[in-house]
């Protein structure tokens, strides 16, 4: 069976307001970003420049930076479906030191795959009057997509540059980018054309 993907529209021009734009930055951590960790996606190691990249835009205009941290303990029922990963404390929890937050950027320790599930995530964007969300990260299919979904239910506007997520593979590469394109109503770019204004 041949699967065709299809046709998924970039913007090229994408003016998001400062003030009301964050910037979420899905579990780029040592256990999925780094060789040596248990979950390792190859493919996050090429998102780590643009994600400096749009972190460097994002500052110049006190956009918010949130940070998801996929936290696990040491006998979590994730680990029926997973190898075990991000364990709290532990070395493959922390984020990439490539990427490394600095104090005045929010940390959401998340339990599941999705950042609003159970953590304070929709509180502080509710609080800051946050309506569009620059989604970036890893796994794309997984924990990436369904924060996004789930923001898109929220009624957030979600923007996913495609050069800022990644995958295990294409098949799942593509799954993410045709569901936050045709279901979530999401804008597809690249770190390149978003400008925070
Ligand atoms: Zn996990």
């Given at each position: 069976m041949t699967v065709q993907v299809p046709e998924i529209k970039l913007n090229e021009n994408v003016k998001l307001n400062s003030k009301e734009t964050a910037l979420i930055i899905v579990d780029m951590q040592n256990d999925f970003?780094?060789?040596?960790?248990?979950?390792?996606?190859?493919?996050s190691r090429k998102t780590i420049e643009p994600i400096q990249k749009l972190i460097e835009k994002a500052r110049e205009k006190n956009v918010k930076i949130f940070y998801t941290q996929d936290t696990h303990k040491k006998?979590?029922?994730?680990f029926e479906i997973w190898p075990?990963?991000?364990?709290?404390?532990?070395w493959g929890w922390e984020i990439i030191p490539e990427l490394k937050p600095t104090e005045n950027d929010i940390i959401i320790r998340k339990l599941?795959?999705?950042?609003?599930?159970?953590?304070s995530l929709d509180h502080y964007l509710k609080i800051y009057n946050i309506r569009n969300l620059v989604i970036v990260g890893t796994v794309a299919n997984i924990c990436v997509l369904h924060t996004a979904g789930s923001a898109a239910l929220r009624w957030y506007n979600i923007i996913v540059p495609i050069d800022g997520i990644s995958a295990l593979n294409e098949f799942d590469y593509y799954i993410a980018l045709r569901q936050i394109d045709f279901l979530y109503k999401g804008i597809l770019t690249k770190v390149e054309f978003i400008e925070f204004v």
């Open positions: 970003c780094d060789e040596k960790g248990s979950l390792f996606v190859p493919e006998d979590d029922k994730e075990v990963h991000v364990v709290e404390g532990t599941r795959y999705d950042g609003f599930y159970g953590t």
